[in-house]
């Protein structure tokens, strides 16, 4: 299994700018988060979706923050416009809770986001 | 609310001594217990959970943690520390249900040889 795969690892991009980030999740699971990880704040959870229907999404910071799944096996986090204290790192994980409940979480690698 | 704490930002230990991460936690019901590892530039990585039954839960790489229900921790141990265990420990809890994990701040360990 290629795990939970991120795209891109890494974006630079200038204030006011649109940026997207995408996560593919391990086939078959059925939850799927959005964490942002910073020095100051650690890791905080921004929204999370099961069976491709957002549950929670009390954690998105502002307006300026969307996500999507339009089906099970995609979803991006959309942050329009990015202003420079967006920048951190984004980690979608994804899960199995259908049958158990007490499944872990799965963790992609990231997409570092800079914005200048 | 359930929550989650850390109480060491930072954690030294010298390469074949034993090493102990502290977590503390606080959740009505009955409390589930994770411990993920994240290496540098990496995701975060799972170790063990504890959901029920024996209170030493054995993971990877050699780690156990313990659960306490009268101190409400679940601290991370190894017996004996490696320099390539050196990255961020993160504990997290979840309560009922089929809710997200909680996680703390994070604890980096540092293994000097």
């Known amino acids: 299994d290629a795990g939970v795969i991120q795209s891109p690892r890494h974006e630079v991009t200038e204030m006011g700018q649109e940026v997207t980030l995408r996560c593919k999740p391990i086939?078959?699971?059925?939850?799927l988060f959005w964490y942002r990880q910073t020095m100051m704040r650690g890791l905080e959870l921004l929204i999370y979706?099961?069976?491709?229907?957002?549950?929670?999404d009390s954690g998105m910071p502002e307006d300026r923050f969307s996500a999507k799944m339009p089906n099970a096996s995609f979803s991006t986090l959309k942050i329009q416009p990015s202003e420079p204290r967006d920048s951190a790192v984004y980690f979608c994980?994804?899960?199995?809770?259908?049958?158990?409940?007490?499944?872990?979480?799965?963790f992609g690698p990231g997409t570092r986001l800079t914005v200048l | 609310a359930q929550s989650v704490a850390q109480p060491e930002d930072q954690v030294n230990v010298a390469e074949g001594n034993p090493l102990t991460v502290k977590c503390t936690y606080s959740?009505?019901?009955?409390?589930?217990l994770f411990w993920y590892v994240q290496y540098p530039n990496r995701g975060l990585q799972f170790l063990l959970k504890?959901?029920?039954?024996?209170?030493l839960v054995k993971g990877s790489y050699g780690f156990e943690a313990e659960f306490n229900k009268s101190q409400t921790s679940f601290h991370l141990k190894k017996p004996s520390a490696l320099v390539s265990d050196s990255a961020l420990y993160f504990c997290?809890?979840?309560?009922?249900?089929?809710?997200?994990?909680?996680f703390g701040k994070g604890t980096r360990l540092s293994v000097i040889a």
């Open positions: 086939s078959g699971h059925d939850y």
């Open positions: 997290a809890v979840r309560g009922r249900g089929n809710t997200p994990l909680v």
């Open positions: 979706f099961n069976n491709n229907v957002p549950i929670d």
């Open positions: 959740v009505s019901g009955n409390p589930y």
């Open positions: 994980a994804s899960k199995v809770g259908r049958d158990y409940i007490y499944n872990e979480q799965f």
């Open positions: 504890y959901i029920t039954g024996d209170n």
